[in-house]
């Protein structure tokens, strides 16, 4: 799992910490509940205590599909997408493994950050940091086929969950063919026949839906990657 020394709510003072605590009320999520809908009405704000929830929209031009975007880890800030502004969500955050959360009234929280320049500035650097990694979101979106996208998926989730081994790199993370279809916005039947294909010529290798990566250089030249940081780079 990515390393969470730069999550919003770990970078504030512990006073500062208390005060949210003291604001907000703790929720427990399931694995696969959501938290809040694209294009729901939300009032409330969110920092993940534990655990991992993942944001997902909608495909503009085709509503049946959705796309997995980025994955928010512990101290993360979720949901700031209506503060100051309407209160219409733009994607929906689902959990992906048991999670705790901070609940605070999007209210309390805009007054806080207006009244508070520590808080305001741990905030303006947090959201820069996840402004600095869209590029590479996008990336995953634009490749003009499925395979150069999966690759990039492929490469950013080893950045954020892969450990090293004597096969290559694997993903610490179950994935299904359905999950992997939603991140690069294909058919399932596509992914089962790119999967296989990449299984058969020793690219990667599949075992009870974990993945490992057995020529990771080979993912980077095929999408012509440019060796950024790993903390770029990843979900």
């Known amino acids: 799992m990515r390393k969470t020394e730069n999550g919003f709510f770990q970078q504030l003072s512990k006073k500062m910490q208390t005060e949210l605590m003291n604001l907000g009320t703790i ?6 509940k959501i938290l809040f809908q694209e294009g729901k009405s939300g009032k409330d704000i969110y920092i993940l205590l534990t655990g991992e929830v ?6 503009p031009l ?6 997995f975007l ?34 605070i009234q999007k209210s309390d929280f805009e007054r806080m950050l207006l009244s508070n320049p520590e808080m305001r500035t741990v905030f303006l650097s947090w959201i820069a940091r996840r402004v600095n990694q869209y590029p590479f979101m996008l ?12 690759f990039s998926v492929f490469i950013r989730f080893c950045h954020t969950k892969g450990v090293k081994t004597a096969k290559g790199i694997t993903i610490q993370q179950k994935l299904s063919n359905v999950d992997l279809a939603d991140y690069v916005g294909a058919t399932r039947e596509s ?13 990667i290798s599949v075992d009870k839906k974990m993945i490992t990566i057995r020529d990771f250089e080979f993912l980077q030249n095929e999408v012509h990657c440019f060796n950024c940081t790993n903390k770029h780079c990843s979900l």
């Open 27 to 32: 929720e427990t999520l399931k694995q696969k």
């Open 54 to 59: 993942r944001l997902l929209q909608t495909h």
């Open 62 to 67: 085709n509503t049946k599909k959705r796309f």
């Open 70 to 103: 980025e994955h928010y880890y512990p101290y993360d800030l979720v949901g700031y997408d209506i503060l100051f502004q309407s209160n219409v969500h733009k994607g929906t955050v689902e959990a992906t493994i048991i999670t705790q959360v901070l609940q």
């Open 139 to 150: 990336r995953d979106l634009l490749p003009s086929n499925i395979k150069e996208c999966l």
């Open 191 to 203: 992914l089962n026949r790119l999967l296989h294909e990449l299984e058969e010529s020793g690219i």
